[in-house]
């Protein structure tokens, strides 16, 4: 339940509230100049809601973070009415200053954090083509490893049609979207083997510890945990090719297995009894040999796409 009400709040009530009051600050401006600025931005922040709530995972994808995002891009304008109505030149500087630190959290969490931007320029019209096509299917396809395969398969025919590309073309640009996936993920699995060493040399607590030695090691604990915790939301939201959509559920469930055991280990400074520690000490250790199977999955299954996305002769490319 308090998930869902952080859903409302972050996609519904913050950006409408926002919203709002960019509106009436707009109508209570003081000049004619004033107000007619005002009720430029407001549009425009209007027809950010707009893309944010009618064109669902196209542009921007419609979550808690996209609702951030959008929060982030509303403050920045709001800013901007405040600093347009401001009188004194201190005033003004402070609205400015906090629009471009808004823009700065806006930028920085839809291109670095978390990828929620797609990146459509990285595309040709034939796959932009595709992916107006099939993109209905791409959330189904994140939770089951075989959804939007059928939808891709109908969305290439319909794009070579359209558009008139060759069909056979499609492996190269395929092979170039894995292949930028893969270094996404590589960049993460990195995260999470640094991670996975920051538990492997946190020594274990002494049978003495004192109270303050004990705070400074959960500390240092819940530093890992929210380094954990970070990654695991970066690696949710890693954009990926659907036939890649099995060996990133591998990866999802490695970085997840890195949450756990990082959330393990900071139990485990907390504990005083040390049969309760050896079970938290325990399941540290397990999450981490699970991190790995699952990374060596992953590596399978991104070696499994690389070979069969090498060119085939073709009567087998004539028959599929």
């Known amino acids: 339940m308090n998930h869902q009400v952080a859903d409302i709040a972050l996609m519904l009530v913050l950006p409408l509230g926002i919203t709002f009051t960019a509106i009436l600050q707009s109508a209570a401006a003081y000049t004619r100049s004033q107000k007619i600025l005002g009720v430029l931005l407001s549009i425009l922040i209007v027809a950010m809601d707009c893309v944010f709530y009618f064109a669902k995972n196209t542009y921007i994808t419609y979550n808690c973070d996209g609702g951030l995002l959008l929060t982030f891009a509303s403050m920045a304008i709001l800013s901007i009415i405040y600093a347009i109505r401001s009188e004194d030149r201190a005033t003004m500087s402070g609205n400015i200053f906090l629009a471009v630190f808004m823009l700065a959290g806006f930028l920085g969490i839809a291109y ?20 107006n096509a099939r993109y209905q299917d791409y959330i189904a396809s994140f939770e089951n490893g075989d959804g939007g395969k059928a939808v891709q398969y109908k969305a290439k025919q319909y794009a070579a049609s359209k558009i008139g590309a060759p069909a056979s073309s499609d492996r190269e640009f395929a092979n170039s979207r894995l292949e930028s996936y893969v270094d996404e993920a590589e960049s993460v699995i990195r995260r999470m083997l640094d991670i996975s060493n920051s538990i492997d040399v946190f020594e274990p607590l002494p049978a003495n510890i004192s109270e303050s030695e004990r705070e400074i090691r959960s500390q240092q604990a819940l530093a890992i ?19 890649s959509s099995e060996a990133h559920s591998e990866l999802i469930q490695a970085s997840e297995s890195a949450r756990l055991a990082a959330y393990s280990l900071y139990n485990y400074t907390l504990q005083d009894n040390p049969e309760e520690q050896l079970v938290q000490y325990r399941q540290t250790r397990s999450q981490i040999a699970q991190m790995n199977v699952y990374l060596d999955r992953f590596r399978n299954d991104i070696e499994n796409l690389k070979s069969n996305n090498k060119p085939q002769p073709i009567e087998q490319q004539d028959q599929q």
């Open 112 to 131: 670095w954090d978390r990828p929620t931007f797609i990146p459509t320029s990285e595309y040709n019209p034939r796959e932009l083509a595709e992916q």
């Open 225 to 243: 945990n929210n380094n954990a915790v970070a990654l695991n939301k970066k690696v949710l939201g890693l954009f990926h090719p659907h036939e």
